[in-house]
């Protein structure tokens, strides 16, 4: 099967040419039934990968001379363990059927191998010799080769989970729903981290223009001919985060009792309004329903020319609403700054993060001893404090 990433790069194409099974799960190249010799003295078929290194389309030298195996320990002809080029056992989730038992280090001389293909068939090579002593015949070039890209939500391949070892990890996230309420400053930083996720659908819910002002308080830039266009903003973050992934709906307008319900088929919601008087009737209904979501916000004043204030982040989940009491419901006081757009761009990333970190330990992404469910950070002391 002739792909794009296979008659681009001379190292896939040879490889496939060659009769190796070759495929791409998570960002890793993975090369399939690869003979080797067990401590049974037998021929078993294993599996060898490592995380690809892409420049867009284009596949560059291998970052190191490492590889995982999925298999038992690999042995020569008589059954004695081969520790010549492995390094260690190891767990090392890629797909639910690919796990690597052993990891593998075979430095060549010259330090990094020059390619992919000298890279994998130099460990193919290593595990398949103590079998062609036993059966000359048997070969990892027989099996005829294919090649696939697993379903992504990216529109690209995702080398830095692979490169990180996260894949077991981020599959936690991968197939949740999950709305942002408010795309202003915090709202905006949200969609940034999450769209980073492999999230099947991240649902965008806002009624305002982007105007200047907005343009000073979100990741990124816009360009003068963007904001003389006045986009709907949650068309213009579709648009912009289109071009990264799929799954981002934009739904421009403000939830109220009349359409809250488009909330019911998520996993999560992630509220960063503005106003706190609209925030009732949706709290009312993740509450009903049942929907887990956190409650961001942030309260700005001026102190001998300075700014002070509070960053605040409230977790709500079926199981614990204790911290509710600490969202605010009616509008903020009029000497809040906030209140009037304050260009604070590290303060909304700051408050995003707070939504981000609890929205994935709640997930299990990060190790969480205890859940937070409140926490507030003190901006002129650095501090933050957390109820649980």
Not at 94 to 121: C, Q, R, V, W
Not at 232 to 260: C, P
Not at 305 to 324: A, E, F
Request: proline share 5%.
């Amino acid at each position: 099967m002739s792909t794009p990433l296979i008659d681009l790069n001379q190292d896939l194409s040879k490889l496939s040419a060659e009769g190796y099974e070759i495929s791409i799960v998570a960002g890793n190249l993975v090369v399939s039934g690869i003979p080797y010799v067990n401590n049974q003295k037998t021929i078993s078929f294993g599996v060898i990968f490592c995380p690809l290194t892409l420049s867009e389309n284009k596949i560059m030298p291998p970052s190191d001379h490492t590889v995982y195996f999925m298999g038992d320990h690999p042995c020569d002809q008589y059954g004695k363990p081969d520790d010549s080029f492995v390094n260690s056992p190891t767990s090392q989730y890629l797909s639910p059927e690919i796990t690597g038992t052993f990891y593998f280090s075979s430095k060549p001389a010259s330090g990094n191998y020059p390619d992919f293909h000298s890279k994998m068939t130099r460990y193919i090579s290593l595990l398949s010799a103590p079998a062609k002593s036993i059966d000359p015949g048997v070969s990892g070039q027989n099996k005829g080769s294919h090649f696939y890209n697993e379903d992504s939500v990216f529109l690209y391949t995702d080398t830095y989970t692979a490169r990180a070892n996260l894949t077991g990890v981020s599959e936690k996230l991968k197939n949740q729903r999950v709305a942002i309420v408010g795309l202003g400053g915090t709202g905006s930083y949200l969609l940034d981290f999450i769209s980073k996720t492999p999230v099947q659908k991240i649902s965008l819910f806002d009624g305002d223009d982007m105007l200047n002002h907005n343009a000073f308080r979100m990741p990124g830039v816009m360009t003068i001919s963007e904001l003389k266009e006045q986009p709907d903003k949650v068309v213009y973050f579709k648009e912009k985060y289109s071009a990264f992934r799929s799954g981002i709906d934009a739904h421009n307008f403000y939830l109220d009792e009349s359409n809250v319900h488009l909330l019911e088929e998520h996993d999560f919601v992630f509220l960063s309004l503005d106003r706190a008087s609209a925030k009732k009737c949706i709290i009312d209904f993740l509450i009903e329903k049942k929907i887990p979501f956190v409650d961001l916000g942030m309260g700005i004043s001026i102190v001998n020319n300075s700014l002070r204030g509070t960053l605040r982040k409230t977790l709500i989940t079926p199981d614990n609403n204790s911290s509710i009491t600490r969202i605010a419901m009616q509008e903020v006081a009029d000497d809040d700054l906030y209140a009037t757009n304050i260009q604070i761009s590290e303060l909304n990333a700051l408050n995003a993060i707070q939504g981000v970190l609890a929205w994935k330990k709640l997930n299990g992404f990060y190790l969480a001893e205890e859940n937070l469910v409140n926490s507030t950070f003190i901006l002129d002391e650095e501090e933050f404090n957390h109820e649980t």
